[in-house]
């Protein structure tokens, strides 16, 4: 038997990490090439939740069901490493993948917010973290605490770390995806 | 860059043929180092250098040259070696290959990936845009190598173009058609919200703003997509797809259409012989050089 240790199955607003963005991207990139019959690509680079088809459904209707998905300036930045480095794709591949990108962040009117390493300089308690977990991580605390949301990570040994320390809420993509798919 | 042919008479015993050593120096466009050396008869020497594409005048000037001195030096045309066609396959023909038959199953598809703003199609793109920029100068060698082939690229590129503006022409007529934006707004209203599960205009259209609207749903219409149900725009398209198409029926949008489908038919006849012609240059040069279609690792990820 299925049993869900889901902790909210209503996140009205969150602010989403890169890695969670990625993933989504990734199995929003192998969806399109799928429905073209070519094959799914870099499915291993995922979380281990994220490898069966039944998780993939749940983590992308989750996310889906996020009514207001806020990210950093910084996400975005990263993205584009995390897409060179760790999938290495290229020329028209690439093209592609940020042709599909652009149009699921838009579906999912995915809103993208500016913090500025300044802003994050001039409050005491982010400041001291900037040199600690980098200003990407930094921003994303900023903005939960900003809007009194959580942070959706799969990041529990930086990000969400800190993030319980300083008493942001910060959930895990484990807490969120039911167990036993 | 220099290819030069050296070429020695061998002392052959009295009674018995003449040889020649030739040194084919450059042969697959090594810089320096030792070329090939082979011995040939003077037929076959002759021959080789016929095959080379030296006028008859002056393979006789060489073996004149030969008997009289003993040795000869002959420039001839750089051959392409199998440095290049790696080069060319992996950078090139290959990516080109994956890129075009892409193309065709989104032309056969019907699907044609066009996007309202800015206007364009996001998988079919011209020629030198399936390729990285880095890549182009060989891209640009084969061309220079095929006239031929460089003609096809172009008229693919030309029915990207044209392609375009027919479905530019489609979607402007769609968009701007009042029978087509009174059936929007008609599937549009609070009740029709309702019935979706939806209460704000971002639950069912995402980023995309009301202003853009008739734009975006005269794009679905053109593209007739498979949504994931991930998308937020999932259940009104699905939900009112079949009525959504049947607009393409419409007396001032059905030109337009007719127009559309056969330029794709077009694109995809051009896109299937631009593919053959490329397979068939790919296994000449592969058989031709001895080298390999690919070696199986071009894409593979990061571990």
Redesign the interface.
Known sequence: MKTSRRLDPTLHIAVIDSSILFSALIL?FN?VNE????PA??VD?LDPLLQEPGGQ?TF??L??SI?IKLISSHVIGELQGLVQ????L????L??FW??SV?L??????DERLISISELGADEHLASLISLIGPPDTGLLALAHRNSCPVITEDEKTLAREAWRIHVDCRLLKQLMPVGL | MLRLLHIRKEDSPPGTSTTYTVIDNGRHGEKSGFGESCAFTREALTSLLSQEGLPSSAIEDALGELDETGSAQIELQPRIGPRIIRAWFDTVLNPLLQSLELELKILQKRNLTFSFRPEKFELIRPIRRLLEYSVWPNLEQIEELNPALKEAFQRHDKDVDRLLDAVIALHTALSTDPEFTKLCDSLLTPEQFEELGATEHYEVFGAYPPSDRYNLIAQYVVNNPDQPAYYSTAKFWNRNREILLATLQFPGVRKRYLVTIQMADQSASDNRELIRTLKDLRRDLSFGHDVPLTTGDENKPAA
């Open positions: 929003h969806y429905q073209l019959d070519r690509k870099f680079k459904e992308m209707n996310m889906r009514s480095h760790r999938l290495r290229k020329g028209d591949d093209s592609n042709e599909f149009e962040v838009k579906q999912w009117n995915v």
